[in-house]
């Protein structure tokens, strides 16, 4: 019997308050409202953005259902949609791409001015589609994967290659394209080049792989945990450096080891001294340094102005600098071409309702990437 204009009753991951565990609840998932599309999820990957909403330093109104690294198929549309229909394989985009504003226009830009708009936990109408126990639940950043079902607006979804398989494309939703575009779109790195990457989680070794496509000669992997090395080599890393090893501040090491700075340098931690870290490792004159990290809530760096002056580039992207409904479907078909890989960066599978041993996987750093699966 068709789902389609009926209020649908699954389960879904509630965060109710931060510091605390999801309870897996029944929720009821209203249908999808013009221009609104709801999904039929089959896998979600974990990322520390999630995480970072857990531990209160990344701030969106709770309760809420969180995850935005996801992938499904189309339970049914709303009035007006027509780039999906139901039965496509989709993938939610954090970043919506309106196609309309002044970002969607520019030939670079990618940060569409909805999702600026979007800590606020709804949907672009101001409202949410979920309920539980009769309380309204907001939404994360335009996704909400962590739900059998979900309800995003049509300019936050992408219809993807029907082939594809959606537990292992599911990473292409953000950690893979965030870490590979801020790579090959981003830095721009360019061939015989030399990279340092800060912090080896899935988006860094992602990173790592958009080093390699680009043809670096040296990809020099940064982390305090030295079980990440392994992984960071057979993706690409040259040599693997461990801060913890070394008296010196780190950026002195990196300086000695490749003739006064890399060319281009990447954070992707998310915190504020490995970002002046890896800005000071990258060439004074000609280096290039990308924040990919999300940094504290409200923090600031203070820094020397000559940092610049003298030449570098400091810069950063949300999303890899994809424009995402764009880019998602291209990304998922190069994949199919075996153009990158994904496997390695899953290192466990488990049934959603394991969720909080995902985070637990994370938090001990025993896990990249950790895909829940419907
Ligand atoms: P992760 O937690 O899997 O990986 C982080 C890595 O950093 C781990 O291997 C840690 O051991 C390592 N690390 C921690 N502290 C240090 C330190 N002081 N020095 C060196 N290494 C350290 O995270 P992830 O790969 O899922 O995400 C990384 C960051 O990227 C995180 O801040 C996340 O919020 C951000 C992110 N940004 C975007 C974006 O659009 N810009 C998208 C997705 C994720
Ligand atoms: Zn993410
Ligand atoms: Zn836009």
């Known amino acids: 019997m068709s789902t389609a204009g009926k209020v649908i009753k699954c389960k879904a991951a509630v965060l109710w308050e931060t510091k605390k565990p999801f309870s897996i609840e029944d929720i009821e998932v209203a249908p999808p409202k013009a221009h609104e599309v709801r999904i039929k999820m089959v896998a979600t990957s974990v990322c520390r953005t999630d995480e970072h909403v857990v531990a209160g330093s990344l701030s969106t109104p709770l309760p809420a259902v969180l995850g935005h690294e ?13 780039s999906v229909k139901p039965g496509d394989k989709v993938i939610p985009l954090f970043s919506p791409q309106c196609g309309n504003c002044r970002i969607c226009k520019h030939p670079e830009g990618n940060l569409c001015v909805t999702s600026l708009a979007n800590p606020r936990g709804t949907m672009s109408d101001g409202t949410t589609r979920f309920t539980c126990k009769g309380k309204s639940i907001h939404n994360f950043i335009s996704t909400s994967t962590f739900s059998q079902y979900t309800v995003v607006d049509e300019m936050a979804v992408a219809k993807i290659d029907a082939a594809s398989p959606l537990d292992k494309v599911c990473l292409i939703g953000c950690g893979f394209s965030t870490g590979y575009g801020s790579a090959v779109k981003v830095a721009k790195v360019t061939p015989g080049s030399t990279c340092a990457v800060f912090g080896l989680g899935g988006v860094g070794l992602s990173v790592i792989i958009g080093c390699k496509t680009a043809g670096a000669a040296r990809i020099i992997a940064v982390d305090i945990n030295k079980d990440k090395f392994a992984k960071a080599k057979e993706l690409g890393a040259t040599e693997c450096i461990n801060p913890l090893d070394y008296s010196k501040p780190i950026h002195e090491v990196l300086q000695e080891m490749t003739d006064g700075g890399v060319d281009f340098s990447f954070e992707v931690i998310g915190r504020l001294d490995t970002m002046m ?36 580039t400091w810069k950063g992207a949300i999303f890899g600098g994809f424009k995402s409904k764009d880019s ?41 990437r950790t895909v829940l699966t419907f």
């Open 277 to 312: 870290s890896s800005l000071l490792s990258s060439h004074a004159s000609c280096g290039v340094s990308v924040i990919v990290g999300t940094p504290p809530n409200s923090q600031s760096i203070s820094m020397n102005p000559l940092l610049l002056l003298l030449g570098r």
């Open 328 to 368: 998602v479907p291209k990304l998922v078909a190069d994949f199919m071409a075996k153009k990158f890989p994904l496997e390695q960066l899953i290192t466990h599978v488990l049934p959603f309702e394991k969720i909080n041993e995902a985070f637990e996987l994370l938090h001990s750093g025993k896990s990249i």
């Open 70 to 82: 996801g992938a499904g198929i189309v339970e049914s549309v709303g009035e007006g949609v027509t």
